[in-house]
């Protein structure tokens, strides 16, 4: 068995493709505190010391790919990111089957989003790591990287997931282009803009990284483009489109349990879910959906991402044992909001907008039966800003530990999520919102303004 398959620790992932496969990791305490414009240079002097990774060029990566018939692998990985520098010396480096991979890429890492081409790259932009397998003429091969919690990646991604998924995009590379219409929905309708920088909150950027300046201030960071895209309707004064405002839903939000070793295998299917109702089964393989292969949990993400927020009927292809059959899974109205999406860094902008800096958490039933809790309703103010626009709610009186029962006239909304898409449908900034909350057994009132 090869180091690969011992080895499958998942937090390391994220940092598989670090520069010159050396891990940030084992850098000693010293040299891990250095500030953020030295870290993102000596990255780039690593890497192009190798020379095993094209360095944010990825115009030089389609045309070594047109040259060589090589497809593109292109890894987008936020500098410096903690959650990210997760690898141990020279593992990727030492394993050959993974090398063996890699080496039959054009590489190409990406450090900052801007000038990205976001009629192509299109993915969850709350990750701080994501890959995209693609050919030179810009057609969509697979996506890898997926996480359904801030700081933990157990469960959403592997070391063999990430072999799996070279592996079959290596083979639909070598299929084309007999599969060009099977491949056709993995590339998305484009977006508002072309490229981050030209969202009306990141016009002050440039299309490119300033390496002859402050470059860690020109960097565009993924998660700016989510935030620029709800920003962009929300200074019109519009609601954020719900595929907007949630985004790439899980596959746990479904029902589905996928094994991160494999390109999408069901692991466990949660009860009484869409996915069980569907009859999905331990063990299944997700071959297709709606027609399009796929490669990781990262493309079942893609692939949910395209049905509407009204719901839809998805065509799912699956295999079980020897046999293949096509499976019905019906999404309702409404099922985006199934998945939780608090641990995004998008909730810190609708915590600014709705509750003027509050981080709100439900209560669990032994809580609530110790405040003899009857209202639907129960968060806890886990946190409240102190400062800026995120110490509203804190200047209005609101205290962490505070309970809230009622926010604008609503008792039943039961996740702080649930708040943010209250205040999108009904509310536009400037209006005012009353608040009830329990403080030492006591009823109290506070009100906050919706902001931009």
Known sequence: MSRLRRLRAVALIPALLSASFASLASVDEANAKEDRETIVRNDRERVLATGYW????????????RQTGKPIL????????????????DLVES??????????????????TNGLDLNVFQYDTDQSFAVFMLNADKTV?????????????????????????????????????ANRESLAG??????????PEKYPTLTDRPD??????????????????????????WQKGQSIPEEVLHPYPHPKSIGLVLDARFPARVKSVAKDSAAAKAGFQAGDDLLSIHSQPLVSMADVQWALNQVPAEGAQVEIQTKRGDQTRAVTLSLPDGWRRWDDPSWRVSS????????????????DESERQKLDLRSPMALRVANVGKYGLHATAHKAGVRVDDILIEYDGQS????????????????????????????NGRERTAEIPIQK
């Open 54 to 65: 094209i360095y944010n060029d990825l115009d030089a990566a389609y045309e070594q790919a």
């Open 74 to 89: 292109v890894v987008l990985r936020c500098l410096p990111c903690e959650e990210c520098v997760k690898l141990d010396d």
């Open 95 to 112: 394993d050959p089957e993974l090398k063996r991979l890699l080496d039959q890429y054009v590489r190409v890492r990406v450090v900052g």
């Open 141 to 177: 091969y697979g996506r890898f990287g997926t996480r359904s919690h801030r700081t933990e990646w157990l469960g959403d991604v592997s070391l063999e997931g990430m072999a799996a998924a070279l592996r079959e995009s290596l083979k639909l590379h070598q299929a084309y282009p």
């Open 186 to 195: 993995k590339t998305g309708a484009p977006l508002e803009f072309a490229s």
């Open 208 to 233: 490119h990284l300033d390496y002859s300046g402050q470059v860690t201030k020109s960097c565009i960071h993924c998660h700016q483009i989510g935030e620029a895209r709800r920003d962009y309707y």
């Open 348 to 363: 810190w902008m609708m915590r600014r907008i709705a509750g003027g800096g509050m981080r709100l958490l439900p209560l």
């Open 412 to 439: 039943d909304l039961i996740r702080e999520a649930d708040v943010f898409d209250h205040v999108n449908e009904k509310r536009r900034p400037g209006d005012r919102v009353q608040m009830k909350f329990l403080r």
